[in-house]
């Protein structure tokens, strides 16, 4: 990540990231079919619907999974999935914003934009859910600033 000395950004910077909690294990979650999805983020309560193609208890293709935290929707993901991983382009909607781009073993991975709503975004290089390599960040204040994030 760049370094700047003004703790705004540092504010800045936890807002984009806050998108993305970092995931230790990886579990399976079933939707009422029978169909697995890769769970990177597990949480007490959570279910997901699928509206894709099932192949060998996995999903797969293109699809929107929407999961549910206690019976409310939580995260919407339109995208492909391969043996129920996010793989390739895709669509995350959340409740505090929006990352479009590429997705590798469910997590953001290679080019993306995340728009989140409090104005802020980030767009740029991705590695295993979080920003890596080049990119731009707006921050609350509206500016812009460019470098590399590690």
């Given amino acids: 990540m760049p370094h700047f000395s003004k703790p705004k950004y540092v504010a800045t910077a936890l807002c984009l990231f806050m998108f993305n909690a970092f995931a230790d294990t990886v579990s399976w979650i079933e939707d009422a079919n029978g169909c697995k999805i890769a769970n990177v983020y597990p949480q007490e309560g959570e279910t997901v619907t699928w509206t894709g193609s099932c192949t060998n208890h996995f999903a797969e293709g293109k699809g929107v999974v929407t999961w549910y935290l206690n019976g409310e929707v939580a995260d919407v993901f339109d995208g492909q999935l391969v043996q129920g991983w996010a793989q390739g382009l895709g669509r995350l909607t959340k409740k505090n914003g929006v990352y479009i781009g590429e997705w590798k073993n469910s997590l953001q ?42």
Avoid at 118 to 143: A, C, D, F, I, M
């Fill in 109 to 150: 991975d290679g080019n993306g934009m995340q728009h989140m709503y409090n104005g802020t975004w980030y767009q740029g290089q991705w590695k295993q859910g979080k920003p890596h390599g080049h990119g731009k960040v707006k921050t609350l204040e509206g500016k812009v600033f460019s470098g590399t994030w590690n």
